[in-house]
Nanobody, 119 residues
Framework: QVQLVESGGGLVQAGGSLRLSCAAS????????MGWYRQAPGKQRELVAT???????NYADSVKGRFTISRDNAKNTVYLQMNKLNPEDTAVYYC?????????????WGQGTQVTVSS
């Protein structure tokens, strides 16, 4: 069964920090690269951070130096530590395989977690 459950979002002032967590079903997690995506209002969903099962990491330029992705393979969980948040980081954040899981031919997404950064 496919399962992606994101948590940890909230409202934070600019300059603040949040830590997101994502519990994924083992069938998704174990051998795949995992990523954090975000979708701001009126914008397309974008990939902001990727971590492979071997620990290779990549970040979008917009978050490099501020966000840190990590994973706990024993817990099938991926994390996103977000520091120095700014209002442009406001979005719904999703975790998923990279590239995203497909179910019945369509990208499958969890419910996401809302991050709102006030100025």
């Amino acid at each position: 069964q496919v399962q992606l459950v994101e948590s940890g979002g909230g409202l934070v002032q600019a300059g603040g920090s949040l830590r997101l967590s994502c519990a994924a079903s083992g069938s998704i997690f174990s051998i795949n690269a995992m990523g954090w995506y975000r979708q701001a209002p009126g914008k397309q969903r974008e990939l902001v951070a990727t971590i492979t099962s071997g620990g290779f990491i990549n970040y979008a330029d917009s978050v490099k130096g501020r966000f840190t992705i990590s994973r706990d393979n024993a817990k099938n969980t991926v994390y996103l530590q977000m520091n120095k948040l700014n209002p442009e980081d406001t979005a719904v954040y999703y975790c998923n395989k990279v590239p995203p899981i497909k179910v019945s031919g369509k990208d499958y997404w969890g419910q996401g977690t809302q991050v709102t950064v006030s100025s």
